[in-house]
């Protein structure tokens, strides 16, 4: 397929890195000096330009593309360009917003605004951290198809459907069988650092469940806005880095801490700080995924904008085979439907064959076992390669 990506940003990068694997990608930016260096490091076409501008899409023949993935810093622009290839042909157009409200009103009319599908990152790692909160065990909990939930767990904690990649250890199960293996957390009192999109979405959720939400926020202005927003969640202004605040408002009392700042630095520190005030499990944003191995070493939780966009994106990319896509970045894992890859051996697919769901049970896998029509196949693959 041909697929143009508009951006060459981070997170444009992680989408064409992946998708140049198994498809014709071009990139187009305004930065010449971006795209040269994208060049070199992936096999891809790049176009230099105003992608808002018809000519510079018809340079990148945008009339033959299958899709456009608008993924620059600014949303307006975003949606320009799905909407301008719209015009120019007929591409299935996906437009990355940062603002929730645009999100909310493509959501009123699917296919509005010229967009078939729009990715807003706050809400899908809000969604992350709430869902893995639940379970002290685990550092990552997804949906990956249907009923079917990938994990990730202490190296030390096996079930027979765990596969390990690294020191990782990777769970591919339905959701009752994790929910029985794992104990759910009981943890009453929530801390969020940040009151930023994800920061608020996430106080709401945890509201909604009847958890202790205390969220600071040294913006004093936008702390006294969001306090009438947010019913039940008692919102602090204040320095959070501040010893006295931490004392006068019990912060360490937490159960977990969620870091939600716009700064890797400022969430970095507010991490160690938690993590140094006792409680145990942090939660925290990390915007430049190249920082996660620096919170995994003081033993926060990471969770990333970039990575969370980037594979929301490219799980929409995929051939008819793919059912569903769960992106790390250690790893991939795909739901393949065995209608197209009925007689296959396992050991014929590239990637580490995981769990079958055969007749609406839990098989696990041989290398001579043959995959039927009616199967659900799971495949992990190592460091975001694609298969399909």
Not at 357 to 383: C, H
Request: aromatic share 8%.
């Amino acid at each position: 397929m041909k697929v143009i990506v508009v951006g060459a940003g981070r997170t444009g990068f992680l989408i064409a890195k992946w998708l140049s694997m198994k498809h014709e990608v071009t990139v187009v930016d305004r930065n010449p000096r971006i795209l040269d260096e994208i060049s070199y490091a992936l096999d891809v076409f790049t176009i230099p330009g105003d992608a808002t501008l018809p000519e510079t899409l018809k340079r990148a023949e945008v009339e033959n593309a299958d899709y456009v993935i608008a993924t620059t810093d600014n949303d307006q622009t975003n949606i320009i360009v799905c909407s301008l290839s719209k015009t120019l042909g007929s591409p299935f157009t996906i437009a990355r917003v940062k603002r929730i409200e645009y999100l909310k009103v493509w959501g009123h009319g699917r296919r509005t605004l010229g967009v078939d599908l729009m990715v807003c990152a706050a809400p899908l790692v809000a969604e992350g951290i709430v869902r893995v909160m639940e379970y002290p065990q685990l550092v990552f909990f997804r949906k990956l198809y249907g009923d079917i939930y990938v994990g990730m767990s202490s190296s030390h904690i096996k079930t027979p459907w765990s596969f390990k990649i690294d020191d990782k250890n990777i769970i591919i199960a339905t959701k009752n069988m994790i929910e029985r293996s794992f104990k759910k957390s009981k943890t009453k009192k929530v801390l969020i650092l940040g009151a930023g999109e994800t920061g608020r979405i996430v106080a709401k959720m945890l509201s909604a469940k009847g958890k202790e939400v205390k969220l600071v926020e040294d913006d004093f202005k936008k702390a006294n806005e969001i306090a009438d927003e947010l019913d039940g969640v008692t919102v602090i202004a204040g320095n959070p880095f501040s010893d006295f605040l931490w004392s006068e408002e019990n912060l360490s009392e937490a159960d977990i801490a969620v870091v939600a700042f716009d700064q890797d630095y400022k969430c970095f520190f507010a991490s160690a700080l938690a993590k140094e005030k006792g409680i145990d499990r942090v939660f925290s944003m990390v915007h430049r995924s190249s920082h996660i191995p620096l919170f995994e070493k003081i033993g926060a939780i990471s969770f990333s904008p970039e990575l969370e966009t980037a594979g929301k994106i490219t799980a929409a990319v995929r051939g008819k085979a793919v059912l569903g896509v769960v992106t790390r970045p250690e790893f991939q894992v795909y739901a393949l439907s065995g209608e197209f890859l009925e007689g296959t051996p396992l050991e014929n697919l590239s990637g580490i064959p995981g769990p079958l769901f055969r007749d609406g049970r839990l098989v696990l896998p041989t290398p001579k076992m043959k995959i039927r029509k009616g199967d659900i196949v799971t495949v992990i693959t190592e460091g975001g390669g694609m298969i399909l």
